[in-house]
């Protein structure tokens, strides 16, 4: 039985937070809301404070960490979006919160220094592939694994060739066929970045080598990951696509709520596919991979140079495939420090927009 739990809800305006305050809305027993913090939309904070009866608001990254480290909760949610999120990220570590972290940028820019401060089970994935990840990995121990392989809906591309990419418009990029995201998210999975980072963050949750972690394509996004154990096994977790799932487990894991989703319908024929990646088309999962082994800074460079690029492709400055290809540009010109340390994530990231700036000016020029 799920016992009352104080909540800490930052980025409460956005998806992941409106989607976990309607958790909270159904659960009125099970959670005490202790805190919000926003980006931006303060009104709409406001407006959920008033509602859910919430004593401390704020807004912004530095507010996050401030508001964690003084209001007493069980369990901090990171849904803010972007690398700004490593300070509450590693705040809530610091204070022995549970983590329920949808803020994935925060894993992946803070690597060792992230992984290294949680305890065992601290950390609980809201990304529908890690939950599922995690909820598949009660069936066997780490040592029985044989590889993860996280699904992906393969965006609103799937199926075009390399070639066939090149004058996509940023609307088409951003008609998603199953998610509705914000405008960085819902690019990353159409070039598939988004699923890179996934990749990495696989790794830093679990444990697994990257040559472990595969990448299929399942258009339904109905399977959110699998398993596969030493024995042959797969053991895949399935259910209709809505964030509430994950999130309430985020919440209260390793329990679980009542009625948060509604399950499959198995009374109806209904077929699943699953094709291979095209990784031609779609470089940015391989480029993750050797992003994950270089560590060190990389993946912060990888991460600050696609949000440049990503950018710039919405503003009419350079063209879908030359995100990817940017990104790909400013890791071979970074050089990592010896230590990862806060300050050198901060000066690679800062590095990173500057040199994806000037990359992306080169390609405006030329095209």
Known sequence: MVRMKRVVILGSTGSIGEQALDVVRKNPSKFQVVALVAGSQADRMQQQ???????????????AVELIREVPADVVLNGITGSIGLGP??????????????????LIVGGDLVTGLARPGQIVPVDSE????????????HDEIRRLVLTASGGPFRGRSRESLRGVTPGEALNHPTWNMGRVVTTNSATLMN???EVIEAHLLFGVSYSDIEVVVHPQSIVHSMVEFV???????????????PIALGLTWPERLANVGA???WTNATSWEFEPLDAEAFPAVELAKEVGRARKTYPAVYNAANEEAVDAFHEGRIGFL?????????LEAHSAPEQLTLEALAEAERWARERAARVIGNRSERS
Request: hydrophobic fraction near 40%; charge should be negative.
């Open 263 to 265: 399950p499959l319908d």
């Open 322 to 330: 030359d995100i990817v290809d940017t990104v790909r540009d400013v």
């Open 130 to 141: 890690h939950s599922a990840i995690a909820q598949a990995l009660r069936s066997g121990s």
């Open 231 to 245: 024995d042959g096994s797969t053991i895949a977790q399935a259910s209709p696509p809505d964030m509430r799932l």
């Open 195 to 197: 699923k890179g980072l």
């Open 49 to 63: 404070a008033e509602e859910f009866n919430v004593e401390h608001t704020g807004l912004g990254a530095e507010t």
């Open 89 to 106: 990220t590693i705040a809530a570590l610091e204070a022995g919160r549970t983590l329920a972290l949808a803020n994935k940028e925060s």
